[in-house]
């Protein structure tokens, strides 16, 4: 579900609250360039080790000698509500549509569809009258409900992230309307710091990694979620050092992933995203609780899980361009790096005209009336 990464996108790009990002995004380049963020220089850099046991099992696509594909996006494992919405729109939709051709089929039979009597002028404008109202349903769904359908339907199946050592780029792999496909240089890249915290500070979530338009000099602020759901603060911590590892060091300095992730939508896949939910109580050791709750959740899991798994197979497998598919390999060209020119401009807001007031006229005095 890209619920995030649109309201992201949308808060950047809208007409109606990109006029307050910009501003915002200029007071921030200001500042930054004025130095009142010294205080971020101590955060780790892609140069800096921050553990000992880098370890991204669970969240590797693909790994080989050039580059690592990691899942990424938030709210995966939420996928499904939005898919029972959609399939009753699609059966109400139908369902119109298939009734107003019934009806209209008066204008070439001549009579009137549930019954054997010949068709009266009523009987003509009835089958007028529910078309417009079927097209105007379908015109409303693909104006208004349709932005929330592709937040999990109709869309590409997944967000993506590769990182090229060769080529020391980082790629992004998102739907237009959460950004689109990026590329975005590694030394710019900033990570979530989350050293030094307590373990269960950071449980149920995702290693945060973001380009800021201070230092890439975009007019957008790239933001991604990456790898699984954390179990604590250590499972981000050792995915960044992973990551941070294979770019720097090679990927003979990481341990090889025990599994990689497969990309056909199984429907057991769908029902263990389900059972996620209790994960983190299962490792704090509440077993017998958790085989509990799962066996009185049991008709709510199976819903979430078929949503889930339906959701997907709504979808489309994301294919990269040729050049990012090509890159680092011997003779192949390096991807430019994107530019404010890939996306469309900001839109500007023209400043409201203040409307003149009439000018009263002056009140007449009691003499004057009297005349």
């Not at 501003?23 to 955060?43: P, S």
Request: charged share 20%; net charge positive.
């Amino acid at each position: 579900m890209y619920l995030i990464e649109w309201m992201l996108w949308y808060t950047q790009t809208s007409k109606s609250e990109s006029e307050d990002w910009q501003q915002r995004l200029e007071k921030h380049v200001a500042n930054a360039h004025a130095g009142k963020y010294k205080h971020e220089d101590n955060l780790p850099g892609v140069h800096d080790r921050v553990s000992e046991a880098p370890c991204a099992d669970g969240s590797i696509y693909e790994f080989n000698e050039t580059y690592i594909e990691i899942r990424s996006g938030a709210m995966a494992e939420r996928r499904g509500v939005m898919t029972y919405a959609t399939l009753m729109i699609i059966y109400l939709l139908c369902g119109f549509a298939y009734t107003t051709a019934e009806i209209n089929t008066v204008w070439f039979t001549g009579v009137y569809y549930w019954g054997k009597d010949p068709a009266t002028m009523g009987d003509y404008i009835f089958g007028l009258v529910l078309a417009s109202m079927t097209t105007g349903c379908f015109y409303l769904v693909f104006r208004y409900a349709h932005i929330f359908i592709r937040l999990e339907n109709f869309v590409q199946r997944r967000l993506l992230i590769r990182f090229n050592r060769v080529t020391r780029q980082v790629y992004l792999h998102r739907p237009r309307f959460a950004g689109g496909i990026a590329v975005l240089d590694w030394e710019q890249v900033i990570a979530q710091s989350v050293v030094g915290e307590e373990e269960s500070a950071n449980a149920g979530r995702q290693l945060l990694l973001f380009w800021d338009p201070a230092i890439t000099g975009l007019p957008h602020l790239h933001l991604v979620f990456v790898g699984k759901t954390a179990d604590g603060t250590s499972d981000l911590v050792n995915l960044w050092e992973f990551i941070r590892r294979y770019m720097e060091e090679g990927p003979q300095s990481v341990p090889v992933p025990k599994k990689l992730l497969g990309k056909v939508p199984w429907p057991w896949q769908s029902a263990m995203v389900s059972l996620n939910f209790f994960r983190p109580l299962w490792r704090a050791g509440l077993r017998w609780q958790v085989a509990c709750w799962v066996a009185l959740a049991s008709p709510g899991l199976a819903v979430h899980a078929t949503g889930h798994w339906i959701s997907l197979l709504l979808c489309w497998e994301p294919r990269w361009p040729r050049i990012i598919r090509e890159a680092g390999l011997p003779g192949k060209p390096v991807p430019p790096l994107s530019t404010a020119a890939d996306w469309p401009p900001l839109p500007t807001l023209e400043p409201t005209k203040k409307t003149s007031r009439r000018t009263r006229k002056p009140r007449k005095s009691q003499s004057e009336r009297e005349v």
